[in-house]
């Protein structure tokens, strides 16, 4: 079999799983995180973890052992992924200073949950494995590749 074919299997067989995994566990995943540690945030972003084994298994299928960060993108200074992520939203937070009243209530576990888990895991899974491993892996190339996986997030989701 092709090498590019069984990437593509290896990757809708790991993302198939981890979608079921996350909507039929993740909430009792949390619940009993929370119930460990009473902390809601801490809990929501070790559920995530967990419900993403079988992606970091396919991940690991994939690609050699060494290079697990690489595939999934993770090789790179944080320090400038967080950077580039606060130049390209500040004109969001500038906008919403000037409609929007500020927030004095924002809690700990909001910031963990809505901003740092959210953002990192939707990019960590879909753009990372579902967009990053056939674009490395495969020999789709840009279009296909972002074309598989907006296909694929797109299915799984109806």
């Not at 697990?68 to 606060?86: E, M, P, R, T």
Request: hydrophobic share 55%.
């Amino acid at each position: 079999m092709n090498k590019s074919i069984k990437v593509l299997i290896t990757i809708l067989i790991s993302f198939g799983l981890y979608f079921v995994f996350d909507d039929v566990l993740f909430k009792e995943i949390r619940k009993w995180l929370f119930d460990l540690t009473n902390q809601l945030g801490i809990s929501h972003i070790l559920s995530y973890l967990i419900t993403g084994i079988p992606l970091f298994i396919g991940t690991l299928l994939i690609g050699k052992r060494m290079d697990f960060f690489q595939n999934l993108g993770l090789d790179k200074s944080i320090v400038k992924g967080f950077l580039f992520a606060l130049v390209c939203t500040l004109p969001m937070y500038i906008g919403y200073s000037i409609i929007f009243e500020f927030n004095s209530n924002i809690k700990i576990n909001t910031i963990l949950i809505g901003v740092i888990s959210a953002g990192f895991f939707e990019e960590l899974y879909y753009r990372g494995f579902l967009f990053g491993l056939p674009f490395r892996k495969t020999k789709l190339g840009f279009i296909l590749s972002v074309f598989f996986g907006a296909l694929y997030f797109g299915f799984l989701h109806l």
